[in-house]
């Protein structure tokens, strides 16, 4: 499994990003995926998630109104739209999924205990918000 996530950059506040990271080695029509990010000095946090059939997906209470996660399974990619960016969003952004192939036609990924299951994480790209 290679996840390899673009898009970060520098911007204002109140800019508007959007990140991408495309999987290979497994197709996101069947996993769970989320973006997480790590400020500098603090730990790595969860900030969204979108379960194996789009049927559910969680945000940080931090983004949720200004991020949007979504995927489009032809190219196996996973977005993150990130709208009125804060100085306090300023992260290197990450890209990870826990490997599980859904139960076949069931939904499956984005509990409360879905993060602490994710083992396969790509490189970071980095979001700098100031003026």
């Known amino acids: 499994v290679q996840l390899q996530a673009s898009g970060g950059g520098s911007v204002q506040p109140g800019g508007s990003l959007t990140l991408s990271c495309v999987a290979s080695?497994?197709?996101?029509?069947?996993?769970?995926i989320g973006w997480f990010r790590q400020a500098p000095g603090k730990e790595r946090e969860p900030v969204s998630c979108i379960s194996s059939k789009d049927e559910r997906t969680t945000y940080d209470g931090s983004v949720k109104d200004r991020f949007t996660i979504s995927k489009d399974i032809g190219k196996n990619t996973v977005y993150l739209q990130m709208n009125n960016l804060k100085p306090e969003d300023t992260a290197a952004y990450y890209c990870?999924?826990?490997?599980?192939?859904?139960?076949?036609?069931?939904?499956?990924?984005?509990?409360?205990?879905?993060?602490?299951?994710?083992?396969?994480w790509g490189k970071g790209t980095l979001v700098t918000v100031s003026s």
């Open positions: 990870a999924t826990d490997g599980l192939r859904d139960p076949g036609f069931g939904d499956y990924g984005c509990d409360s205990r879905w993060s602490a299951k994710v083992s396969y």
């Open positions: 080695g497994l197709s996101l029509a069947h996993y769970a």
